[in-house]
């Protein structure tokens, strides 16, 4: 085996991490410069985004547990002897001086969180509406298109994809973010105003998925 | 961000802060709860497990040292409870899931191909895969983990990582081609 081969071959071991957006950059880039160059990995690498999208799909469809174990999660610890209080770690007391310009209570730190969360899909909603709003004549007093009405794909952009590629993405297909990102970093993405027949939507996705921008996308209501 | 947020928790969860513990709880048990769930096949079993996790989660934070993302502790965590009550009790294993694959895998794989598309088929291969190439591939397409997160919640170095994986996503292929399915690879 050549040493060219045995490079290949490690690439080839990185594509499942490079399409879920785990790499750093380095192996990321390395990843897409051999994806470029090489079609039959970049025909392996649309397996392996099948792949990421059924085990996605797969968990999602798994809910969630009952209020059940929480109950008795508590009711355990309440069962617990008390302890005394200890000091913190220094990787503790660094993220605690950082957090102390989060809320203070405990019980707001959720919604902190999904605050942050709300505040980053904002960053590319108000993107998207600057981009959409050159041109053509629009009425202040509505949106152009009611919530819940359109076609629809579930998009994780790729982990080496910039802002300015996402905005230029967006720009282009003329797209709008409508919820997310979730916890796996998908945002839920308006592709048209009116609703598409399914084989029109998949062809869509089909295409989106070669876009370097998307590390991943699928077709959802 | 949430890294360090929830490393702060594990501190106060240390000290005995059940509010900290709420919120770590609410951040993080669904996708624990899958994870188990995953492995052991059984919804009842995996929330009892998950109570199990979150119990050592309160009762060792004082023992967190912060070498790995609190999201892999748990995790390690929950696969080890996962793996003990599969040693436990072994027919978690056949359920519904399984049981459905199994009447499919009957089918003439012409006759099943053209009762689901190729998305449903490679769900349904997938959880016909062994615990140990379930595991690897939910928790790297999933969970989103590293090679080296991997190899920490499996407890495995970080060649066989990559290696399991290649190996979980070929036998992926075999399975599909028993349903009609040539994917060309490997």
């Known amino acids: 085996m050549t040493s060219e081969h045995k490079e290949a071959d490690g690439i080839e071991e990185l594509l499942p991490w490079h399409a879920a957006g785990t790499l750093d950059r380095r192996d990321a880039e390395r990843v897409e410069a051999a994806l470029k160059r090489d079609p039959e990995l970049a025909r392996r690498f649309e397996m392996v985004r099948d792949e990421l999208g059924a085990t996605i799909q797969l968990n999602e469809t798994l809910g969630a547990p009952s209020a059940r174990a929480m109950t008795d999660l508590f009711a355990k610890i309440d069962a617990e002897p008390k302890r005394a209080p200890r000091g913190l770690g220094l990787s503790a007391r660094i993220a ?116 370097k921008v998307v590390g991943f996308v699928a077709p959802t209501r | 961000m949430q890294t360090s947020s929830d490393e702060v928790l594990i501190s106060r969860i240390a000290n005995g802060d059940r509010l900290a513990m709420q919120v770590l709880f609410a951040r993080h048990h669904v996708r624990v709860y899958r994870f188990v769930l995953r492995l052991v096949r059984n919804e009842a079993t995996a929330e009892d497990l998950i109570s199990e996790v979150f119990l050592d989660v309160w009762r060792q934070a004082a023992k967190f040292e912060g070498r790995s993302a609190v999201s892999t502790w748990m995790l390690s965590i929950a696969r080890f409870k996962a793996l003990s009550a599969l040693r436990r009790k072994p027919e978690y294993e056949l359920d519904e899931e399984t049981a459905e694959a199994i009447e499919d895998h009957s089918d003439d794989p012409e006759v099943t191909l053209a009762k689901k598309d190729k998305a449903a088929l490679l769900r ?63």
């Open chain 2, 124 to 186: 349904e291969a997938m959880s016909a895969l062994s615990v140990e190439h379930r595991e690897v591939i939910d928790l790297v397409y999933y969970h989103e983990k590293s090679v080296e997160e991997v190899a920490r919640i499996v407890d495995i170095p970080e060649a066989t990582v990559k290696t399991r994986m290649f190996y979980a996503r070929k036998k992926l292929s075999e399975l599909l081609k028993e349903r009609g399915i040539d994917r060309g690879w490997p």
């Open chain 1, 96 to 211: 605690e001086f950082f957090g102390g310009f989060t809320p203070r209570a405990m019980a707001y730190a959720s919604a902190a969180a999904v605050l942050a969360i709300v505040l980053q899909a904002g960053v590319i909603g108000v993107m998207v509406t600057k981009s959409g709003s050159g041109g053509s004549y629009e009425t202040a007093s509505a949106p152009t298109t009611a919530p819940g009405v359109g076609a629809f794909t579930i998009i994780r952009f790729a982990p080496q994809a910039t802002m300015d590629d996402i905005t230029k993405f967006m720009e282009m297909n003329k797209f709008n973010v409508v919820a997310g990102p979730t916890a796996g970093g998908l945002y839920k993405v308006r592709v048209g105003d009116a609703s598409l027949p399914s084989s029109d939507l998949n062809a869509l996705v089909k295409k989106l998925q070669s876009d």
